[in-house]
């Protein structure tokens, strides 16, 4: 009986510790670097709003 509780406070508490890994660390990190990818997205998409061709022609649309 003795090693039967043992045993069951060993998966609590290896459970509990994967959950506050899970919550105070891993997702801090993936909220984070979703953050990260949204301001990129962001930044490459007012590049691409706010660039002009140079010349005439240069986007490769054949000149009339």
């Known amino acids: ?3 039967n509780r043992n045993f069951f406070i ?5 459970v509990l510790i994967l959950t506050l890994w899970q919550v105070f660390y891993m997702n801090p990190r993936i909220e984070g670097e979703r953050e990260l990818a949204r ?3 962001e930044r490459t998409e007012t590049e691409t709003t706010t660039a002009q061709p140079a010349a005439p022609g240069a986007d ?3 000149l009339p």
Not at 10 to 14: C, D, G, Q
């Open 60 to 62: 490769g649309t054949p």
């Open 39 to 41: 301001i990129e997205a």
């Open 10 to 14: 060993t998966i609590a508490l290896s």
């Open 1 to 3: 009986m003795e090693n």
